[in-house]
């Protein structure tokens, strides 16, 4: 018999939380190892990538910049993943929040007012809850898998970005670029801390975990995500209405994600370009999971997936190394962690174990902690 997973009686916690630093670890020295073996100095994209960031204080002002919209996203996104609802589609509902917060920009272009700025966030997250609910209608009146529905929805996001650039919302004073005007004052983010690169929207990322993670252990609509996320047929029987469930996480989803367009593109942007989705999105996924879809927990993991956008920049301009290098790495983060997820809830079995003759082959898959 050949090998195969069996389940365990019962996963060790401690190995639960253990498994994000694993993943990260083996990152990193199988990251140093493959660079290497590509002829680049691995031992120095590492200490660029993950330690020279860390030991500059200008660097720490970007790394918290980029951390915060996707500590955002991503506990949008842990609501509906605990309930076992996959939106994959972040990314488009991330682009349509930037979208529906430059339209309200270009539209008050030549305006003032301390009004701007709340109604840019709002249409944020109108737009990207609006985006949310297709897959949501689809799911809960067609049975369309809201995996593929959403992760399809990114790529018209995309398009559509391209559209209005290239198109009715392109600066006719900029050379031809596809870009939208600079944002005035009023439409930028303002900053948190004085003489920093700090804007307002890092301080938003973690009242937004504290809260989340108030309403996620104290409130009903917790309990219901947790209680229909990890035994459905007992939240059927207690009187959950799984559609609203459904609603419910891709609606927090869409807001969280629309949320984080807005701020993006009112702070570091300034204006709204084609470059703008930056995969965030998707690295979003990684840090719900590598924060083990607690709010805190992926505060730090964004933190960690920050240091591959700003380190992998800096190794660029002092290593040489290729701009995919942050991707790698990060791809490298989710497989590892996928991996050591198995391993903590499933052994592996190479030969015949007599106590496990009577338990199924177990098709592995990764589910909230």
Known sequence: MGPRLVPRLAPSRSMVFAAPVIAVVATVLVGALGFTLLGYDGIGAIREI????????????????????LAI?????????????????????????????TAVALLTAEMTGAWILPAMILAGI?????????????????????ILSSLMLNYVAIQLLYFLMRGPWKDPMGFNFPQTILFGAAQTLPIAIPGTLVHIGVPIAAALALTVWFLLARSVMGFQVRVVG??????????????????????AGGCFAGLAGAIEVAGPFGQMV??????????????????????????????????????????QTTIGLP?????????????????????????LVLGI???SQAEPVATARTVAP
Request: hydrophobic fraction near 55%.
């Open 50 to 69: 993950f330690l020279t960031p860390l030991m500059s204080a200008y660097r720490w002002q970007d790394l918290l910049v980029k951390a915060a919209p």
């Open 73 to 101: 996203i991503a506990i949008g996104l842990s609501i509906g993943f605990r309930a076992n609802v996959w939106n994959i589609g972040a990314e488009g509902q991330y682009v349509l929040g930037g979208l529906g917060g």
């Open 126 to 146: 109108i737009g990207g809850m609006a985006y949310a609910a297709v897959p949501a209608l689809l799911r809960t009146r067609l049975g369309v898998n809201e």
């Open 230 to 251: 990890l035994a459905p047929n007992a939240a059927r029987y207690g009187g959950f209405r799984e559609k609203r469930t459904i609603w419910l996480a891709l609606m």
């Open 274 to 315: 084609p470059g703008f989705p930056t995969g965030y999105g998707y690295t979003a996924i990684i840090v719900a999971f590598l924060g083990r879809l607690h709010p805190i927990g992926i505060l730090l993991a964004a933190l960690v997936l920050a240091l591959t956008y700003v380190g992998g920049e800096s190794a």
């Open 323 to 347: 701009a995919a290098a942050a991707g790698v790495f990060q791809s490298l983060m989710l497989f590892f962690l996928l991996a050591a997820d198995i391993l903590v809830r499933y052994r």
């Open 353 to 355: 174990d007599a106590a």
